[in-house]
């Protein structure tokens, strides 16, 4: 299958397992890590796996046996599964696979071809639980200062990146590419990574911890929008306070003029929101994305009200904002003016604000790693590569 071949550099060998054709010197691997120099032979690096069976085979590869009956599933699963772990590969498939396992099942011939296949052009989809603005959709992400994705669009509650991918492989400068292979492996074997965006956010993101957005760690996802907040928690704060705002990015709910209110028989208070009024109680673009309140650029939340109506408000009217994680939170009394003034909050109000904090979960970071192999990994198996493809649409092979 490989061949050792010695190169002009002494002690050197060359490895044609792939067409990088890397010249590797003694104890050391070469590009893919799975081809390694030992005292001037070439070797895999990892001993072939076979799941259930490692053990009490050493990681040796085990022959197949078969003897129970077939239980209706389309695709037979085998007891004794050859993994690709350590099987070592040839890519592009000019060869055949490293390993071509043959068994019989029920006097059907069964084949388990196995190559540890190379992901040609991959990426990395990152979930980060906040609401804090990271940057504009589209803007650049860089790591050390390259480039290597772009801010997609946001989910609920989380903002996404696409990091990785053909273009910043290998499309830019060799740096770019080494600082991009990189990203992608340090984010797969769930390291932490410093990224920055152009026009935003510093971000330090680690698989299945919290994300750290400009120094700050997030503790919590919001519990909902603020309309959404504003439904799961206005029973809660009926007759206990006029009027309550929950301050949002996306949707900024408010109590008295919210469905959730008027079937409590909640007053119209007079409160004059700013933004665009979607329906009612409920607001868009109050501010700008930022990293203050509930996703805004605000750190002041009466900035998102105008004056009280005076037909409406009166001296005395008690009103709570809030943001959608409970982590900003203000209570406030009218003046004789109509202005609102910050006030201690009641216990009872300082609960609600702990409840909703109770019911966010935790804030983390979601790394989904996407890659496609290469499709001349088909020609290790068969002659008509296309039909290997529509008999793994049809359930007849199975791929893993």
């Given amino acids: 299958m490989v061949m ?3 190169s002009p550099a002494i002690d050197k060998i060359r490895c ?3 067409p990088v054709m890397c010249y590797i010197k003694p104890g050391a691997a070469g590009a893919c890590d799975r081809y390694a120099n030992h005292e001037g032979k070439l070797v895999r690096v990892d001993p072939h796996v076979i799941l259930e069976r490692t053990v009490s085979h050493g990681g040796k590869l085990v022959p197949f046996s078969r003897t129970e009956d077939w239980d209706g599933k389309i695709v037979h699963e085998p007891s004794t599964f050859v993994t690709a772990i350590g099987a070592g590969t040839t890519y592009p498939d000019y060869k055949p696979a ?8 029920d006097g059907v011939d069964m084949v388990t071809v196995v190559t540890e296949g190379i992901f040609s052009y991959c990426g990395i989809k990152v979930k980060i639980d906040t609401d804090r603005y990271l940057g504009p959709e589209t803007a650049t992400v860089r790591a050390q200062g390259e480039a290597v994705g772009h801010v997609t669009t946001s989910e609920y509650g989380s903002q996404m990146l696409s990091l990785g991918g053909v273009h910043h492989l290998t499309g830019g400068s060799k740096k770019e590419g080494r600082v991009t292979c990189d990203t992608l492996m340090d984010l797969a074997n769930c390291k932490a990574v410093e990224l920055t965006i152009d026009g935003g956010a510093s971000v330090v993101v680690q698989a299945g911890q919290p994300p750290i957005v400009n120094g700050v760690k997030e503790e919590r996802m919001r519990v909902g929008c ?3 907040t504003i439904g799961m928690f206005a029973k809660q704060w009926h007759g206990k306070v006029d009027e309550v705002v929950v301050v949002d990015d996306h949707i900024t709910g408010v109590l008295s003029e919210h469905q959730a209110g008027k079937l409590l028989d909640i007053a119209d208070t007079g409160i004059k929101m700013k933004g665009r009024r979607s329906t009612p109680g409920r607001y868009f673009q109050v501010a700008d994305p930022g990293t203050g309140w509930g996703g805004t650029d605000i750190s002041d939340p009466l900035a998102i009200l105008g004056p009280f109506d005076a037909k409406e408000a009166k001296a005395g009217l008690t009103m709570l904002m809030v943001s959608t994680t409970g982590e900003h939170s203000s209570y406030y009394v009218l003046d004789e003016t109509l202005k609102p003034v910050e006030t ?11 409840r909703i904090q109770e019911n966010c979960e935790p804030a983390l970071c979601t790394v989904l790693f996407m890659a496609g192999a290469g499709g001349s990994l088909r020609a290790g198996v068969t002659d008509n590569p296309v039909r290997l493809t529509r008999s793994v649409k049809d359930a007849l092979t199975r791929v893993t």
Avoid: Q, R
Avoid at 347 to 354: G, M, P, R, T
């Fill in 16 to 18: 044609d397992a792939c």
């Fill in 226 to 228: 603020g309309s959404a």
């Fill in 344 to 354: 201690e909050m009641p216990a009872d109000l300082k609960f609600s604000v702990e």
């Fill in 98 to 105: 490293p390993f071509i396992v043959s068994a019989e099942v």
């Fill in 4 to 6: 050792e071949t010695t």
